[in-house]
C-alpha cells in the first residue's frame, strides 16, 4: 500500500526513539516535561514528546497500530485535504491528545510523558469511522476486527491510566480517540452515517 507519510512517520519516530534511548541528554530535551514549556517557553515538547518512547515494545505497538491504520487513513485524507493535511492532523493529533494533561500538570517537576499513542489512537479511531470491521492481526497472529481492537485499545489505556509508574499518558489515548473522531467527520461529515450503517451491517465493510 502506497503510504509514504505514514512510512516517513514509522521511520523518524523509530530512529528519533532509538537515538533518545542511547543519549540521555536527548531523552531529557525530548520528553514533555510541564515546568519546561510552562517556564523555559519550550513549546516544541508538545510535538517532541510523540517521537520518543519508554522502551521497545511501547515502540513497536505503537508503530504497528500506525502502520497497521494510517496507511489507509493517508489515503482517505490524501484525497480530501492533500497528503500535507495528512500530516497536519498526525501532528496536531499529538499536541490536542497532551493537552489536558499538561494544563492539569503544568506545575508539577515530577511528571513526564512521552509516546506517540495519542496521535496513533487518532489514526485508529478515524480508521475505524472508516471501516469497523477491517481487519488487524494482533501481534501479527491474532485476527481481530478494527472496532474490537479499539475498545480493548480503549480498556487498555483506562486500566493503564489509573495504574501509572511507566512515564506513558495513557489519558492521551482517550483525547487522541476523540480528536480523531472529530477530525474526521470534520473532513468527511458522510462518515457518521456510513459508520453506524457499515456497524450495524458487517457485510457493507470495504
Known amino acids: 500500500m502506497n503510504a509514504p ?4 512517520l514509522v521511520a523518524i519516530t523509530c530512529l528519533i526513539s532509538w537515538q533518545a534511548w542511547e543519549r540521555t541528554r536527548l ?3 525530548l520528553i514533555l516535561w510541564p515546568p519546561a514549556i510552562d517556564r523555559q517557553r519550550q513549546y516544541d515538547r508538545l510535538v517532541s514528546h510523540g517521537f520518543i518512547h519508554a522502551n521497545g515494545v511501547h515502540l513497536v505497538v505503537n508503530m504497528v497500530t500506525l502502520y497497521s491504520f494510517g496507511a489507509a487513513m493517508e489515503g482517505f485524507f490524501a484525497q480530501r485535504i492533500g497528503s500535507i493535511g495528512y500530516l497536519a492532523f498526525y501532528l496536531s493529533a499529538i499536541v490536542i491528545a497532551i493537552l489536558p494533561t499538561f ?3 503544568r506545575r508539577d517537576a515530577r511528571y513526564r510523558s512521552l509516546g506517540a499513542s495519542g496521535a496513533v489512537s487518532a489514526v485508529l479511531f478515524s480508521s475505524v469511522l472508516l471501516s469497523p470491521w477491517s481487519t488487524l492481526l494482533l501481534f501479527f497472529i491474532v485476527p481481530l476486527p ?3 481492537f479499539a475498545v480493548l485499545y480503549v480498556a487498555y489505556s483506562i486500566w493503564m491510566d489509573k495504574k501509572g509508574g511507566d512515564n506513558i499518558n495513557h489519558s492521551a489515548h482517550l483525547w487522541g480517540a476523540v480528536y480523531g473522531i472529530l477530525f474526521a467527520l470534520a473532513v468527511e461529515p458522510r462518515l457518521g452515517p456510513h459508520f453506524v450503517e457499515t456497524l450495524m451491517h458487517p457485510g457493507l465493510s470495504p
Open 5 to 8: 507519510i505514514t512510512l516517513l
Open 27 to 29: 531523552f531529557d530535551r
Open 103 to 105: 494544563l492539569r500538570h
Open 146 to 148: 478494527a472496532i474490537v
